[in-house]
């Protein structure tokens, strides 16, 4: 028995024919019997969603890493950029925007960090009284916030961060220049120290009311 692997291009008349309803009942139930399948972007969406759910399942939202693939070999990263590319170019269907809406779905992921970083400075600043987030601090949730402010800081620099972003950091007293605050903040306590003594010679060891 001689076997013929069907390639992509080669099925597309089928899938054509069969979506036009071109072929015979007769030629669809043997098609039917070998598990032809009809539909093949249908079959990879539907595959797709069920490995997402498992993701979500499993890591308790649907942040997908671009290179995430999935223990059963499949590229869920690529298969939610894809996803994504599909609804800007308006050929994701209402019905599939709302399946991976109801698992959380991550349209855009930049502004969705940004959002998730923005909530953890919040508390950040809420529990501590300033924005001045050590470079190596993790929250208790496990989010690199040191991190993430250096990327805004750098983002700043690079004239790639917007006015619209910039703002609300600002608000929450986001330190833009560590370097330059410590060397305010050291200034105003020696000018503080000098008005109180009467010269700038500061014991090595002098310790300023304010800590």
């Excluded at 015979?24 to 972007?41: Q, R």
């Excluded at 400075?121 to 601090?137: F, M, Q, S, T, W």
């Amino acid at each position: 028995t001689e076997i013929y692997t069907l390639s992509l291009h080669d099925a597309l008349p089928i899938w054509q024919d069969l979506k036009a309803g071109r072929l015979s009942a007769e030629w669809v139930a043997a098609l039917d019997a070998l598990g032809f399948v009809g539909d093949p972007l249908q079959v990879d969406f539907e595959r797709g969603l069920a490995e997402l759910a498992a993701y979500v399942a499993s890591n308790g939202d649907a942040r997908v890493p671009v290179l995430h693939t999935t223990p059963t070999g499949f590229t869920l990263g690529a298969w939610c950029a894809d996803r994504r590319e599909d609804r800007k170019a308006g050929r994701l269907t209402e019905e599939r925007v709302a399946a991976l809406d109801e698992l959380g779905f991550v349209w855009d992921p930049f502004q969705e960090a940004f959002e998730r970083g923005f909530s953890e400075l919040e508390a950040y600043v809420a529990a501590n009284g300033n924005a001045r987030v050590p470079g190596d601090y993790k929250t208790p949730t496990g989010f690199n916030l040191g991190v993430w402010c250096a990327v805004r800081r750098t983002q700043r620099g690079e004239v790639r961060l917007s006015d619209e972003r910039a703002a609300p950091l600002d608000a929450l007293g986001f330190v833009w220049d560590q370097l330059e605050q410590d060397f305010d903040r050291g200034l105003a306590e020696l000018a503080a120290f000098v008005a109180a003594n009467g010269y700038a010679r500061v014991p090595q060891n002098h310790r300023t009311p304010a800590g």
